[in-house]
C-alpha cells in the first residue's frame, strides 16, 4: 500500500511539474511583453536581457495614448468586435435551436457540411471574399469586415451551441407550453436561461476572432482611420527606420487587455459550454 502511494506520488509531482514547465513556457511571451512595455529604450537593447525594467517608465503609454490613432484603432474593434458579437449570437442561437429541436431533410448533412468548411485556412477564402465584398462595395467598411468575421464564427459556433442544446432537456419547453407559453415565450423564459453557459461561450469565442485578427482587416481596410488595433500596431513598425519595441509592446498589452478582461469575466461559462457541448453532439 505504501509503496502504491509512493507511486501516485511521483506521478502527481511529474505531472505537476511538466504542467508547470508548459505553463512557464507558454506564459513567458505574455510576461516579456508586459515587463518591456514598462521598459526604456536603452533597458530593451541591453547585452544581457533584462527580465524587470530597472526603472520603469510609462512613456510608451503615454506615446502611444496621446501620439498615435490608437484611441481611434480601439474604437474601430470594440465597434467591429461587438457588433459581430451580437449578430453571431443571434444567428448561432437561431440555427443550433433548429438542428437541436426539428427534424427536416439534410439535417445531419447540414451539421457535416458546418465542421467541413473548418477544414479549410482562412486564407484560401481571402481572395473570393475581397472579390465579393468589392462587386458590393463593401471594401474599406466595418460592415464587410463584420460580415467576414461573423461568417467565420459561426460554422464552429453553431455546431458547438447544437451540442449543448441537445443537453438542455426538452421536457422544460413543453412543460411551459403546457402552461400556457407559446415556443417563443418557452424558449425566452425557461429555455435560454438554461443554456446561458453555451451562449456565453459562443460570445467570447465571436468576440476574440473580431477582436484579434488581423489578416482579413489588413487587406479589406484601405483608410487608416479605419484601422482596428490589429492593424494599428503596424504605425509603430519602420518609424525612423525601426522597429519600436517599447511602443509595440504597450499597444499590444491594450489590445490584450480587453479581450483578457472578457475572457475571466466568462471562463466559467467557456469552460461549462465547452465541454457540455463536446460531450453530446
Known amino acids: ?10 506521478r502527481y509531482a511529474l505531472a505537476y511539474a511538466w504542467l508547470l514547465i508548459i505553463s512557464t513556457f507558454t506564459a513567458f511571451p505574455f510576461f516579456w511583453m508586459l515587463t518591456s512595455s514598462f521598459k526604456a529604450r536603452p533597458e530593451i537593447f541591453t547585452r544581457i536581457p533584462v527580465l524587470f525594467p530597472q526603472e520603469p517608465t510609462l512613456a510608451n503609454y503615454n506615446y502611444v495614448l496621446t501620439e498615435t490613432p490608437a484611441g481611434r484603432y480601439f474604437l474601430n474593434s470594440l465597434y467591429i468586435a461587438t457588433v459581430t458579437t451580437l449578430l453571431a449570437l443571434v444567428l448561432t442561437t437561431l440555427g443550433a435551436y433548429a438542428l437541436s429541436r426539428f427534424q427536416f431533410r439534410m439535417r445531419r448533412s447540414l451539421g457535416v457540411w458546418l465542421i467541413a468548411g473548418q477544414m479549410f485556412p482562412g486564407v484560401l477564402m481571402l481572395i473570393p471574399l475581397f472579390v465579393t465584398l468589392t462587386r458590393l462595395n463593401l471594401v474599406n467598411t466595418y460592415a464587410g469586415l463584420i460580415i467576414v468575421y461573423t461568417m467565420g464564427a459561426l460554422p464552429f459556433s453553431t455546431w458547438m451551441l447544437k451540442g449543448y442544446f441537445d443537453t438542455v ?17 418557452a424558449i425566452r423564459r425557461v429555455f435560454l436561461p438554461v443554456a446561458a453557459p453555451g451562449i456565453a461561450a459562443v460570445a467570447l469565442f465571436a468576440f476574440t476572432i473580431a477582436w484579434q485578427e488581423f489578416m482579413f482587416a489588413l487587406t479589406m481596410m484601405k483608410d487608416q482611420e479605419k484601422y482596428p488595433l490589429s492593424v494599428g500596431i503596424n504605425f509603430f513598425v519602420g518609424i525612423a527606420g525601426s522597429v519600436v519595441w517599447g511602443n509595440i509592446m504597450a499597444m499590444a ?25 463536446a460531450v453530446k453532439g
Not at 498589452?253 to 457541448?277: D, E, H, K, N
Request: charged share 20%; with cysteine.
Open 169 to 185: 432537456p426538452r421536457e422544460l419547453e413543453d412543460s411551459a407550453m403546457i402552461d400556457g407559453c407559446s415556443r417563443v415565450g
Open 253 to 277: 498589452v491594450l489590445i490584450i487587455v480587453p479581450g483578457l478582461i472578457f475572457f475571466l469575466f466568462l471562463q466559467r461559462y467557456m469552460i461549462s459550454g465547452l465541454t457540455a457541448g
Open 1 to 10: 500500500m505504501e509503496q502504491f502511494v509512493r507511486r501516485r506520488l511521483v
